[in-house]
């Protein structure tokens, strides 16, 4: 479908339309990564790497998508990943879940998001709840009770983060609050986007900046810094911290930030129901290879005795595609949503999704794949030196 003014056909024009709209700041801290962006680069460089092996007859005349992640059903192998103050909208993290249901499928919303668990539950009850190891032990019990009487399906522990924040770019400057004082300083960049100043004047609202799931519900939650600064002061966890951590929650428990198979078989052997494949990004350790080059590693170290999920670089239903071959039971897109949503809103999150959709169903009919089950390594044509030895 050609792009329309409320529809864009690729995730890269969600991207430019989302430059195009945000103060550069903000845009800027979409971007991120660390120290020199080499991982940054490799997460989406990787997946062009990879060729795929088509058919041309006895090609399916309906493909099947749907599938079952830790126990939610959803009818494409997408998520959408956890992020925090998503603030590029004035709708934030319900934007993103309403535009996730729209399209059938999961919202992972991040302990530091800018909306209440509660808030979010409503409009889109497969929403998986996510931690850091952050404060005290009774501190994370406080988030995690809140978390089960909202009905949130799962708890994903986020450990893919090693405070390394330096670009060889620049950062850029990120308030701590929105105040007198900050829209004096940032008036330049916002007046230059009168579309996103806008939105946020029709809504009658501020950028929110504050970290509500961190406190108990109807508390005010510290602003992001804040929140982020615990964080760092806090010790980081063993591999007994998690396991106690796992005995704590009842339902689906993942890992995110598995690199190495031995990781992958300590977490197997925690009792976590999944692991996540990821980089954060691309903003944690830089020189770390692609996700997708370690995906195959950590596949088979856990031979199907726990879900995989694959998280970053996803931009197009191919990159989709080769993940499941190649050992994933589903992927985690992260930038992709937030161009979306800063492009458009939840209309623009159930685009990006939209797009996914419609590139995997192209993708198994050229494979003549009537299912995404039915994909294996056998699809894809991965370079002798692809894994690097991951």
Do not use: C
């Amino acid at each position: 479908m050609a792009s329309t003014k409320d529809w864009f056909e690729t995730v890269a024009e969600a991207r430019e339309r989302a430059r195009k709209k945000l103060p550069k700041s903000v845009f800027l801290a979409l971007h991120a990564g660390s120290e020199a962006g080499g991982t940054l680069a490799d997460n989406t460089a990787a997946f062009a790497e990879l060729g795929l092996r088509p058919r041309i007859a006895d090609l399916p005349a309906e493909r099947q998508q749907s599938t079952t992640v830790l126990g939610v059903d959803i009818s494409l192998p997408v998520i959408v990943s956890p992020t925090g103050v998503q603030a590029v909208h004035p709708d934030g993290e319900v934007a993103v879940a309403k535009g996730a249901a729209q399209s059938g499928t999961a919202i992972g919303l991040s302990s530091f998001g800018s909306k209440p668990i509660e808030e979010v539950m409503a409009v889109n009850d497969n929403t998986l709840f996510q931690v850091y190891w952050q404060g005290s032990r009774d501190d994370m019990l406080a988030r995690m009770d809140r978390a089960r009487r909202a009905g949130a399906k799962a708890l994903i522990v986020t450990l893919d983060w090693v405070f390394a924040t330096a670009r060889d770019w620049g950062s850029p400057p990120i308030p701590e609050k929105v105040d007198l004082k900050t829209a004096v300083k940032f008036a330049p960049q916002v007046l230059s986007r009168p579309a996103w100043l806008g939105t946020y004047l029709r809504s009658g609202r501020l950028p929110d900046l504050t970290t509500p799931n961190i406190v108990p519900e109807g508390q005010k939650g510290p602003p992001f810094f804040g929140a982020y600064g615990e964080w760092m002061g806090t010790p980081p966890p063993s591999w007994d911290d998690l396991a106690w951590l796992r005995s704590q929650w009842d339902g689906p428990f993942v890992v995110k930030g598995i690199y190495r198979p031995d990781d992958a078989k300590r977490a197997v052997d925690i009792g976590a129901s999944a692991i996540s494949v990821s980089n954060h990004g691309g903003n944690n350790l830089d020189s770390t290879p692609a996700t997708i080059r370690a995906l195959p590693g950590v596949a088979k170290a856990v031979g199907g005795q726990i879900e995989v999920l694959l998280d970053g670089g996803i931009r197009r239903g191919s990159d989709v595609v080769k993940a499941l071959a190649l050992g994933a039971n589903a992927v985690l897109i992260g930038r992709a949503y937030l161009w979306g949503l800063a492009a458009g809103g939840e209309r623009g999150v159930h685009n990006v999704l939209e797009i996914l959709r419609q590139g995997i169903d192209s993708t198994l009919y050229g494979l003549g794949k009537a299912s995404i089950h039915d994909l294996d390594a056998g699809d894809v044509l991965v370079p002798d030196d692809f894994t690097r030895g991951m």
